[in-house]
C-alpha cells in the first residue's frame, strides 16, 4: 500500500482488485450522480490565503470530537457491507482507526457486530443507527452499543425512502440479487476477492444476531430494514432517542439551516452536514456548499461534522477553516480496505493525515485552533464572510 501515493491512487487499486459489481456498489452514486461530483469538485470553489513568516515548528493536529480524544480530525464514517470488501472489514478498519488515534463509527449494517468490535480494539466506538419502526430491536442496539462502550450514537435522518442508484440496478446489485454470467465469470477474474470474501465465510449483517430477523440471511434482513423506514419519522423520535440513549447524540443528514437549529434545539450535541455521499437525492447541494450555512445556524451550541467528498487532507483543512470540527471519511476508507484489508486503510489515513499536517504549515497555520474562515478565499477572489 506504500505505493500509493494518494486516495486517488488507492481508488485505482481497489478498483483492480474488486469484481465491477461490488467496486460499482462502494463508488456510485443516485441518478445521474451530480450530487455526487460536487461533494469533491466544489471544494475547489475555496483557495488558501497563506500567512508567512510565522514558526510553523511545531504543529499540532489534534482535537477532540464529540467529546473523543483524536490525533487528527477525522473520524471512520459508517458504511454498510464493508465485509464485501475484504473479509471482516469492520475489524480491519477499526484496528487501523486504533492505531492512528481517530473515532471509528460502526454501521448498523455492518458485516460485524457491536460486540465483535469492541474485541478486536480499543478504538473510541460510535454506533450509527437508522430510524426503525421496531423499537424493540432499535433499543436492544443501542443497549448494546452502550455496554460495549461506545461513546456516541449517531442518527441516520435521510433515509426514510432509498435513493435509486442506478450502476447497482444494471450490474444486478439488488434485493434479492440478479447476478448474470457475466458477473460470475467477472467474480472469478478477480481471484485476490474472490478467495477472500466470494468464497469466505458467509456475509451478513451481525448486528442482527439475537433479533427477529434471520442473521445469516442478507437478503432478508435488507428486506427486512427496506420495510423498517418510518416515513412517518418526526422530531419527537429525535426525543426518544435521546432518552434512551442518554449520551451524546449526533444527526447525520442535515444540509440546512432550519434543520441544524432545530437539532440543536432539541439538545443534539453535533450535527453531521450530510448528503449520504450522493447516495440519497441527485441534486441535492454539496456537504461543502451546505457547510457554512449550518455553522453559521448552530452559533457554536453543537459540534458540526463534515461527512462528503473528503479526498485529499487540504479538503478537511477547508472544511475546519469554514467551521468544522472534523470530517467523516466513507469512500477514502473503503477504498483502501479494498486495496489492501488493514493496511489499506492505515495507509487511506496516513496520507490524509500527512496531507493535512503539510497544508497547515504551508497555509502558516500550525495548530487547528487557527484556521478560521480568514484562511480562505473564494476562487473567484472574494473573501468569505468571518465568523
Known amino acids: 500500500m506504500k505505493t500509493a501515493l494518494n486516495i486517488d491512487e488507492l481508488r485505482t487499486l481497489a478498483k483492480r482488485r474488486l469484481p465491477k459489481v461490488i467496486f460499482e456498489f462502494i463508488d456510485g452514486g443516485a441518478f445521474d450522480e451530480v450530487t455526487l461530483r460536487a461533494n469533491q469538485s466544489d471544494f475547489e470553489h475555496w483557495r488558501f490565503r497563506t500567512r508567512v513568516l510565522g514558526d510553523i515548528t511545531t504543529r499540532d493536529t489534534s482535537t477532540t470530537i464529540m467529546g473523543t480524544p483524536a490525533a487528527s480530525p477525522l473520524v471512520l464514517a ?7 470488501l475484504s473479509r471482516r472489514g469492520e475489524l480491519s478498519a477499526s484496528r487501523a482507526a486504533a492505531a492512528a488515534g481517530v473515532p471509528y463509527c460502526l454501521s448498523t449494517m455492518a458485516t460485524c457486530s457491536i460486540e465483535q468490535i469492541a474485541e478486536a480494539s480499543d478504538v473510541h466506538r460510535w454506533f450509527q443507527l437508522y430510524v426503525l419502526r421496531d423499537r424493540g430491536i432499535t433499543r436492544a442496539m443501542i443497549e448494546r452499543a452502550r ?6 450514537l449517531v442518527l441516520t435522518v435521510d433515509t426514510k425512502v432509498q435513493g435509486p442508484r442506478e450502476r447497482d440496478m444494471r450490474n444486478g446489485f439488488t434485493v434479492p440479487p440478479k447476478f448474470t ?4 465469470l467477472d467474480f472469478a477474474r478477480h481471484p485476490g476477492w474472490l478467495f477472500d470474501v466470494g468464497l469466505g465465510p458467509k456475509v451478513t449483517f451481525r448486528n442482527f444476531e439475537g433479533t427477529k430477523v434471520a442473521a ?25 432517542f435521546r432518552s434512551v440513549w442518554g449520551g451524546p447524540v449526533a444527526l447525520k443528514g442535515v444540509l440546512t439551516s432550519e434543520d441544524a437549529k432545530i437539532a440543536v434545539d432539541h439538545g443534539i450535541e453535533a450535527v453531521i452536514v450530510s448528503n449520504h455521499g450522493g447516495r440519497q437525492l441527485d441534486g441535492a447541494v454539496s456537504a461543502v456548499q451546505a457547510l457554512t450555512e449550518v455553522v453559521d445556524a448552530v452559533a457554536g451550541r453543537a459540534e458540526v461534522i463534515l461527512d462528503g467528498g473528503i479526498r485529499r487532507g487540504s479538503d478537511v483543512v477547508k472544511a475546519l477553516a469554514l467551521g468544522a470540527r472534523a470530517c467523516m471519511i466513507g469512500r477514502a476508507w473503503l477504498y483502501g480496505l479494498a486495496a489492501g484489508g488493514e493496511a489499506g486503510v492505515a495507509r487511506s489515513l496516513e496520507i ?24 480562505l478565499t473564494t476562487a473567484l477572489g472574494s473573501a468569505p464572510r468571518h465568523r
Open 78 to 84: 459508517p458504511t454498510g457491507l464493508a465485509g464485501i
Open 147 to 152: 455496554a460495549t462502550g461506545c461513546k456516541a
Open 181 to 184: 454470467p457475466a458477473t460470475l
Open 216 to 240: 445469516d440471511d442478507a437478503v432478508t434482513i435488507t428486506q427486512f430494514v427496506a420495510g423498517q423506514y418510518d416515513l412517518s419519522v418526526s422530531w419527537k423520535d429525535v426525543e426518544w
Open 352 to 375: 490524509l493525515m500527512k496531507e493535512i499536517d503539510i497544508t497547515m504549515a504551508l497555509l502558516g497555520r500550525p495548530t487547528v485552533a487557527q484556521l478560521d474562515r480568514s484562511a
